[in-house]
């Protein structure tokens, strides 16, 4: 029984390490108070990135850096247009996500029914042998353990650090940060490229761990989930990986279900994930002053210095 | 900085209409960039993406056949971004547009009466609005933000039509393919070029552009939108609800797109499949941006982005490459047109010397 536990809880740390990356990482944008709607088109070019990678040079270190690069190189041409060109950023986001779909698929075409053996599991010395945490812990491949690591600086960043501080000053008043003397554009542009990065490792990690080939579209909306989980976090790290790991259990309850042969239709319990953000959205939002007191004041707002 | 930004006194109407213009010339740009990275002569690959697909009569039908859907969602869509309702689940009420209209024929199916047309056409625009209802309600109700909400519905969506043509509207004479039956003839669009598949469906929808542009321009609801899209605080002080336009003009997207839908199924397709759009609905965001909002734009971005489906195709068959090019090509142009849009508002300025530069 412990054994089954044990194996059903790894699958929900895989199925939740994606939306941990590239949640917090859009959560370190909007903190900026920057919305990038991107995140779904970040995803697949950091997958086909790191799955090419790894096909063409076979080193697991290399793919991952190259999703990473592949997100943030996307997350770029956002910065520019909505920092440097006053873009509004609903739109960008979407033109974002619409080219990273279609980049990623011209990109892949070559990739498609390929596979590869997954990122390797790193067992770490004596912990990884103590029984039921060992294995739960301490035998993961490195993009997970990186996952656990990210929630921990994020939140210490936010909270104890003075740049952490100024992002979010930056975030909540652009204007006093700005007459403060805080380059608001540089900032943002770093917090822009940060998200890019993460959700280049979200997508990485699909290609490389979840499910180690390359299809088009192989993150399903995942983005999407992700900007969904950081309103369901208000904007703070723990719950951004608390929600995470939820809906990792969603995903993995719904193949579960389907593996048993509930007598539902298996595209019945696919749309649980999606239904769950909807639920899971509206009961966040319902307190509009909860979301007003969390949310980042200048979210969505373009920034222009006239002084 | 050598280069900066300068807010111009007012908005520049001129660039209103020539961004879009720069914007496609900096895509070709691109493309044969693009082309030239690829290995493609480029020449001959931008030949077959923009110009081989118009040099026939049936081309130009199948103009009117993919801009069909395009125009319809995308001039319905820009009445909702007019008033900052961000509704980018148009994919999802297509979807459900044509699972409820396609449910009507089906229903009917082998039945001969006029009122089986019209009937479907109710069943799709009611399907339509029925799932841009949710998100409108959770958005007035709880304040939910519409633009997850309507994109996690087109997920359901598309489940949810692979249910049904998987299961119990399956053709039981179709060898288990996920089909349903092929429709019967009365619940089949009717062509209105003979040779070609344009159907009714394109005439309805140059109705549409027009209603729209009268509700725009004319009434009272045209001005409360762009009232509560660009001055919430003036809106609330004139009385105008903002729950109501949000309730607008997502229904009105919805209704499009359920009709949309609709006409595809029974129109070029014939039947329900489990997949029935490219992403019509997404494509209908770029529609409604680069035609500026406003209906008559619309129409000939409608036209435009419809010519990159079918130069898609036609360098699919002609020169082996990749359908995805056409997601490729469609992205950036939004891209230049989001970028050239600054100059609506902004001048370029070089610092040396005083006078004022237009990029």
Same mark, same amino acid.
């Given at each position: 029984?412990?054994?089954?536990?044990?194996?059903?809880?790894?699958?929900?740390?895989?199925?939740?390490?994606?939306?941990?990356?590239?949640?917090?990482?859009?959560?370190?944008?909007?903190?900026?108070?920057?919305?990038?709607?991107?995140?779904?088109?970040?995803?697949?070019?950091?997958?086909?990135?790191?799955?090419?990678?790894?096909?063409?040079? #076979?080193?697991? *270190?290399?793919?991952?850096?190259? +999703? !990473? =690069?592949?997100?943030?190189?996307?997350?770029? /041409?956002? %910065? $520019?247009?909505?920092? #440097?060109?006053? *873009?509004?950023?609903?739109?960008? +986001? !979407? =033109?974002?996500?619409?080219?990273?779909?279609? /980049?990623? %698929? $011209?990109?892949?075409?070559?990739?498609?029914?390929?596979?590869?053996?997954?990122?390797?599991?790193?067992?770490?010395?004596?912990?990884?042998?103590?029984?039921?945490?060992?294995?739960?812990?301490?035998?993961?491949?490195?993009?997970?353990?990186?996952?656990?690591?990210?929630?921990?600086?994020?939140?210490?960043?936010?909270?104890?650090?003075?740049?952490?501080?100024?992002?979010?000053?930056?975030?909540?008043?652009?204007?006093?940060?700005?007459?403060?003397?805080?380059?608001?554009?540089?900032?943002?542009?770093?917090?822009?490229?940060?998200?890019?990065?993460?959700?280049?490792?979200?997508?990485?990690?699909?290609?490389?761990?979840?499910?180690?080939?390359?299809?088009?579209?192989?993150?399903?909306?995942?983005?999407?989930?992700?900007?969904?989980?950081?309103?369901?976090?208000?904007?703070?790290?723990?719950?951004?990986?608390?929600?995470?790991?939820?809906?990792?259990?969603?995903?993995?309850?719904?193949?579960?279900?389907?593996?048993?042969?509930?007598?539902?239709?298996?595209?019945?319990?696919?749309?649980?994930?999606?239904?769950?953000?909807?639920?899971?959205?509206?009961?966040?939002?319902?307190?509009?002053?909860?979301?007003?007191?969390?949310?980042?004041?200048?979210?969505?707002?373009?920034?222009?210095?006239?002084? | 900085?050598?280069?900066?930004?300068?807010?111009?006194?007012?908005?520049?109407?001129?660039?209103?209409?020539?961004?879009?213009?720069?914007?496609?010339?900096?895509?070709?740009?691109?493309?044969?960039?693009?082309?030239?990275?690829?290995?493609?002569?480029?020449?001959?690959?931008?030949?077959?993406?923009?110009?081989?697909?118009?040099?026939?009569?049936?081309?130009?039908?199948?103009?009117?056949?993919?801009?069909?859907?395009?125009?319809?969602?995308?001039?319905?869509?820009?009445?909702?971004?007019?008033?900052?309702?961000?509704?980018?689940?148009?994919?999802?009420?297509?979807?459900?547009?044509?699972?409820?209209?396609?449910?009507?024929?089906?229903?009917?199916?082998?039945?001969?009466?006029?009122?089986?047309?019209?009937?479907?056409?109710?069943?799709?625009?009611?399907?339509?609005?029925?799932?841009?209802?949710?998100?409108?309600?959770?958005?007035?109700?709880?304040?939910?933000?519409?633009?997850?909400?309507?994109?996690?519905?087109?997920?359901?969506?598309?489940?949810?039509?692979?249910?049904?043509?998987?299961?119990?509207?399956?053709?039981?004479?179709?060898?288990?393919?996920?089909?349903?039956?092929?429709?019967?003839?009365?619940?089949?669009?009717?062509?209105?070029?003979?040779?070609?598949?344009?159907?009714?469906?394109?005439?309805?929808?140059?109705?549409?552009?027009?209603?729209?542009?009268?509700?725009?321009?004319?009434?009272?609801?045209?001005?409360?939108?762009?009232?509560?899209?660009?001055?919430?605080?003036?809106?609330?002080?004139?009385?105008?609800?903002?729950?109501?336009?949000?309730?607008?003009?997502?229904?009105?997207?919805?209704?499009?797109?359920?009709?949309?839908?609709?006409?595809?199924?029974?129109?070029?397709?014939?039947?329900?499949?489990?997949?029935?759009?490219?992403?019509?609905?997404?494509?209908?965001?770029?529609?409604?941006?680069?035609?500026?909002?406003?209906?008559?734009?619309?129409?000939?971005?409608?036209?435009?982005?419809?010519?990159?489906?079918?130069?898609?195709?036609?360098?699919?068959?002609?020169?082996?490459?990749?359908?995805?090019?056409?997601?490729?090509?469609?992205?950036?142009?939004?891209?230049?047109?989001?970028?050239?849009?600054?100059?609506?508002?902004?001048?370029?300025?070089?610092?040396?010397?005083?006078?004022?530069?237009?990029?």
């Amino acid at each position: 029984m412990a054994d089954i536990l044990i194996a059903a809880i790894l699958t929900i740390i895989t199925a939740a390490t994606p939306l941990v990356y590239a949640a917090l990482g859009e959560m370190i944008t909007e903190k900026s108070g920057v919305l990038n709607l991107g995140v779904e088109g970040m995803i697949l070019v950091g997958a086909v990135a790191g799955f090419a990678t790894i096909h063409s040079t #076979g080193s697991a *270190a290399l793919a991952i850096f190259a +999703g !990473l =690069a592949a997100g943030a190189l996307l997350a770029s /041409v956002f %910065a $520019l247009l909505v920092l #440097g060109f006053q *873009a509004t950023q609903v739109a960008t +986001g !979407l =033109a974002l996500t619409i080219f990273g779909i279609g /980049v990623s %698929a $011209l990109v892949g075409q070559d990739l498609v029914g390929i596979a590869y053996d997954g990122l390797p599991k790193i067992s770490i010395p004596l912990l990884s042998s103590i029984p039921v945490i060992g294995p739960l812990l301490f035998q993961h491949d490195i993009l997970v353990y990186g996952s656990f690591a990210l929630v921990f600086l994020v939140a210490w960043f936010l909270k104890n650090t003075r740049p952490g501080l100024v992002l979010r000053a930056v975030g909540n008043s652009h204007d006093a940060a700005h007459a403060i003397g805080y380059p608001v554009i540089r900032i943002r542009y770093m917090a822009i490229l940060f998200g890019g990065a993460m959700a280049g490792l979200a997508g990485a990690y699909l290609s490389l761990a979840y499910s180690p080939l390359w299809i088009e579209n192989m993150s399903a909306g995942r983005g999407w989930i992700a900007l969904a989980l950081v309103v369901f976090a208000t904007w703070r790290p723990w719950r951004v990986f608390f929600g995470a790991y939820l809906f990792g259990g969603i995903t993995i309850f719904q193949l579960h279900a389907q593996a048993f042969g509930v007598g539902v239709p298996a595209q019945i319990m696919s749309m649980l994930p999606y239904l769950a953000t909807i639920v899971v959205l509206v009961i966040i939002s319902r307190d509009i002053n909860k979301i007003k007191l969390n949310a980042p004041m200048c979210i969505g707002k373009p920034f222009h210095p006239t002084a | 900085m050598f280069v900066s930004l300068v807010k111009r006194p007012e908005r520049s109407q001129w660039m209103v209409y020539l961004s879009p213009v720069i914007a496609l010339a900096m895509t070709l740009v691109s493309g044969i960039i693009l082309f030239q990275l690829m290995g493609v002569e480029s020449g001959k690959a931008l030949y077959a993406f923009f110009v081989e697909p118009i040099t026939h009569k049936y081309g130009w039908a199948e103009l009117g056949v993919k801009a069909t859907p395009l125009i319809l969602i995308g001039v319905a869509l820009s009445v909702g971004f007019r008033a900052n309702v961000w509704n980018i689940g148009a994919e999802g009420q297509l979807t459900l547009g044509a699972i409820c209209g396609g449910g009507v024929a089906l229903f009917f199916y082998g039945v001969d009466s006029v009122f089986v047309l019209p009937l479907m056409m109710v069943g799709g625009i009611l399907g339509g609005m029925m799932w841009a209802a949710i998100p409108a309600f959770l958005r007035t109700r709880f304040n939910a933000n519409e633009i997850l909400t309507s994109l996690m519905l087109t997920y359901v969506a598309t489940l949810l039509l692979s249910v049904l043509v998987h299961g119990p509207w399956r053709d039981p004479d179709g060898f288990n393919f996920p089909e349903s039956r092929i429709f019967s003839d009365s619940a089949t669009l009717p062509v209105i070029w003979a040779g070609t598949r344009l159907h009714l469906g394109w005439i309805i929808t140059i109705a549409v552009v027009a209603a729209v542009w009268v509700l725009m321009s004319k009434t009272i609801v045209g001005f409360q939108v762009k009232v509560v899209g660009q001055a919430p605080l003036a809106g609330r002080h004139a009385g105008f609800s903002v729950n109501r336009v949000i309730w607008f003009s997502l229904l009105l997207g919805g209704a499009m797109a359920g009709l949309a839908g609709l006409f595809e199924v029974s129109g070029p397709i014939g039947q329900l499949l489990p997949v029935i759009s490219p992403g019509y609905g997404f494509t209908a965001i770029i529609v409604a941006f680069v035609g500026r909002l406003h209906p008559v734009g619309v129409f000939f971005a409608g036209l435009l982005l419809a010519l990159s489906y079918l130069g898609g195709e036609s360098a699919q068959i002609t020169m082996n490459l990749p359908l995805a090019v056409t997601g490729v090509f469609q992205g950036m142009l939004l891209f230049f047109l989001l970028a050239c849009d600054v100059l609506i508002a902004y001048q370029f300025r070089l610092n040396m010397t005083r006078g004022a530069k237009y990029g």
